[in-house]
T-cell receptor, first 112, second 114 residues
Framework: GEDVEQSLFLSVREGDSSVINCTYT??????LYWYKQEPGAGLQLLTY?????DMKQDQRLTVLLNKKDKHLSLRIADTQTGDSAIYFC????????????FGAGTRLAVHP | DAGVTQSPTHLIKTRGQQVTLRCSPK?????VSWYQQALGQGPQFIFQ???????QRGNFPDRFSGHQFPNYSSELNVNALLLGDSALYLC?????????????FGAGSRLTVL
């Protein structure tokens, strides 16, 4: 089946690290993605990882992939108030060039 | 680069009416996908257009239809609107030649059905 699950809410203090978790069901997913949505805006691609990788780092962002457990995480180092947004995990089922399956999103709140 | 542009940004319709939403893809992109995002939910795939043909379709009724034009722009049409069609409709474009399905999203069209 095609399903992506995320925890709904995360609150962190400014300057701390944030870790957002996601589980997916399609073991044939070739790519997994993290998108960010700010209020009133569309989705912005943050990063993506190929399924044969277990880690990808891009500045303050670190993606970890555990393919055996079908678990994906996004770590944001030195979280800032501007990082407050909804973060969506997504997969491309069957590894095709077609649809993305999104989770319900994790709302990240950053407080001073 | 203007990115993905969608129109209108907001609209209000009544049940039973029909609506057309428009999307211009990012320059260099040839594929357009449409997603429905209900309040508090993640985007749900409606369909994808490539070379003016519907390439894949999600679990949406036939009331939802689309079109892609030779300049790659696209329209989403919804007939016989229901209250449950109220949502943010997102258009995303991509380039088929890319290795990953990297989508660029527009800001969306927010549809309210009364």
């Amino acid at each position: 089946g095609e399903d992506v699950e995320q925890s709904l809410f995360l609150s962190v203090r400014e300057g701390d690290s944030s870790v957002i978790n996601c589980t997916y069901t399609d073991s044939s997913s070739t790519y997994l993605y993290w998108y960010k949505q700010e209020p009133g805006a569309g989705l912005q691609l943050l990063t993506y990882i190929f399924s044969n990788m277990d880690m990808k780092q891009d500045q303050r962002l670190t993606v970890l992939l555990n393919k055996k457990d079908k678990h994906l995480s996004l770590r944001i180092a030195d979280t800032q108030t501007g990082d407050s947004a909804i973060y969506f995990c997504a997969e491309t089922p069957g590894g095709g060039y077609n649809k993305l399956i999104f989770g319900a999103g994790t709302r990240l709140a950053v407080h001073p | 680069d203007a990115g993905v542009t969608q129109s209108p940004t907001h609209l209000i319709k009544t049940r039973g009416q029909q609506v057309t939403l428009r999307c211009s893809p990012k320059s260099g992109h040839d594929t357009v996908s449409w997603y429905q995002q209900a309040l508090g939910q993640g985007p749900q795939f409606i369909f994808q257009y490539y070379e003016e043909e519907e390439r894949q379709r999600g679990n949406f009724p036939d009331r939802f239809s689309g079109h892609q034009f030779p300049n790659y722009s696209s329209e989403l049409n919804v007939n016989a609107l229901l209250l449950g069609d109220s949502a943010l409709y997102l258009c995303a474009s991509s380039w088929t030649g890319a290795g990953a399905n990297v989508l660029t999203f527009g800001a969306g069209s927010r549809l309210t059905v009364l």
